[in-house]
């Protein structure tokens, strides 16, 4: 059976076991995920899983309850309407109950690449070696990873959808001396991710990294690479841009309000790349322009909070909704257009990706020419490779800690000087990208993957005027 048939064929046993009146939606998900994954320079694991998930969620007599199965003959799906039912006959009554998604159109997915979607462990170590190899003697570590995804919904309104997706992405990193550099990206098609390329900006960046001097803490210009950005917009979309958090009031959102620099768009779009064309409610996925020029004008909703609000499903049904609230997965700062950025002007870099003549980082560790341009423009500020470790310290203001790593550098009239020790910071993410802080973005974004497979954040490079540097690495 399809993944459709198994959906319709549970919409049939609810009816048949709870009676017309019951209200069922249910998402059946094939997932084939895979990855080479290398440490000290040598692929130590090739694994692989497969599997088809059935979600049901039941609705009858007033009483909400949901429940999943992996047994699709018709004894294993009958026992999960069973259970489900028996669920929802112990939980308390659902006054919000949102209802089922009428049935609409649902656009085409994103491109799918069958190569990717069927890749073999030959081709995700062909581009392992190419990052090793051009990692030029430095210790590697880090994986290749190639997914598959298809699915299907049907609920009893006689709703239904169907789709399918691939996605590759390579995470790596290099290290001398106790240095590390990094570079990963995702992409749509495994042909697009270049082991070379990768390995040898990862190497470049670990020898520049060596031999770090140490800052005293302090607000800093700063230059953001592409991975620290994925932070940024991780933060926003989950504890920001949730539908759920805005209407509790635990979210800094204010639709209709200049919050953020005008050169700052962002869009949460699942088609552009990874992602199955309808949620898990069934409603169809769309892009949803979240900040337009610097103005907040959406947040995501599923069903329940949308409606908790006044307003329409944007699509992000996900099954931690109801607790955690509706999540955008696949957010992008949409990159600067030619000419001035946010009224600043966009200095011109090189083309050549190498950042400077006569700086550590001459060798081409810079990430590429919109970095440097950036750069360029900095009297005296840090170029920031990538955050981790980050947790919310105040939800409201989004004030976020967290740490530096895998390279920190201090630029002097645009040349990057030295290596610098990594620092803690304390932040206010829409602070920090507010009116007049964002000096320029770049114009070539960078997709970068998440732990949760499925998302991913896109941005270009991106220049604020200041950044909250609140300890060094000696406390």
């Not at 995470?171 to 995702?186: L, P, Q, S, Y």
Request: proline share 7%; glycine share 12%.
């Amino acid at each position: 059976m399809t993944e459709l048939d198994i959906a319709g064929q549970v919409v049939e046993l609810v009816r048949q076991l709870a009676g017309p009146d019951a209200q069922a939606e249910v998402t059946v998900t094939r997932a084939d995920l895979a990855l080479t994954r290398f440490a000290n320079s040598f692929i130590h694991q090739n694994m692989a899983e497969s599997g088809t998930a059935v979600r049901l969620r039941l609705h009858v007599d007033g009483r909400t309850a949901a429940g999943t199965g992996s047994l699709l003959d018709s004894d294993g799906l009958t026992a999960l309407v069973e259970r489900t039912l028996a669920a929802a006959r112990l939980v308390p009554a659902d006054p919000a109950w949102p209802g089922l998604t009428t049935p609409a159109p649902v656009p085409p997915g994103a491109v799918f690449d069958e190569a990717t979607a069927y890749a073999t462990p030959d081709e995700r170590a062909a581009r392992v070696r190419a990052f090793v190899d051009a990692a030029g003697g430095l210790e590697t570590a880090g994986y290749c990873r190639t997914a598959y995804r298809s699915g299907a919904f049907a609920n009893s309104a006689g709703h239904s959808a169907a789709g399918r997706t691939a996605e590759a992405a390579m995470d790596g990193i290099a290290r001398t001396g106790g240095a590390d550099g990094v570079a990963r990206r995702c992409a749509n098609r495994l042909g697009e991710l270049d082991g070379a390329m990768l390995g040898a900006r990862a190497a470049a960046k670990a020898r520049a990294a060596t031999d770090p001097v140490e800052l005293p803490p302090g607000r800093y210009e700063v230059v953001l690479e592409p991975a620290a950005v994925a932070d940024l917009l991780q933060n926003l979309a989950w504890f920001g841009f949730n539908g759920k958090r805005h209407t509790e009031r635990q979210s800094f959102a204010e639709l209709g309000a200049a919050q953020f620099d005008p050169s700052v768009t962002l869009v949460d779009d699942p088609l552009h790349a990874s992602a199955l064309p309808y949620d898990l409610e069934g409603t169809p996925r769309r892009a949803l322009t979240l900040v337009d020029a610097g103005t907040t004008t959406a947040v995501a909703h599923d069903r329940r909070s949308g409606g908790e609000a006044g307003a329409a499903s944007t699509g992000h049904g996900t099954p931690e909704g109801a607790t955690f609230g509706p999540l955008p997965h696949n957010l992008r700062l949409l990159p600067a257009a030619t000419g001035a950025i946010g009224g600043h002007p966009t200095p011109v870099g090189p083309t050549t990706g190498s950042a400077t003549t006569d700086g550590v980082l001459a060798d081409g560790a810079l990430a590429d020419a919109d970095t440097a341009a950036l750069v360029a423009g900095v009297r005296r500020g840090l170029l920031v490779s990538d955050f981790w470790y980050t947790r919310v310290l105040d939800p409201k203001r989004l004030v976020i800690t967290g740490l530096t790593r895998n390279g920190v550098w201090l630029v002097e009239d645009g040349v990057p000087t030295r290596a610098v020790r990594d620092f803690r910071f304390t932040e206010s993410y829409p602070r920090a990208l507010g009116p007049g802080r964002v000096l320029g973005l770049g114009r070539q974004p960078v997709r970068q993957p998440d732990r949760v497979d499925g998302s991913w954040w896109e941005a270009p490079p991106l220049r604020l005027t200041a950044w909250n540097f609140t300890g060094g690495a000696s406390g």
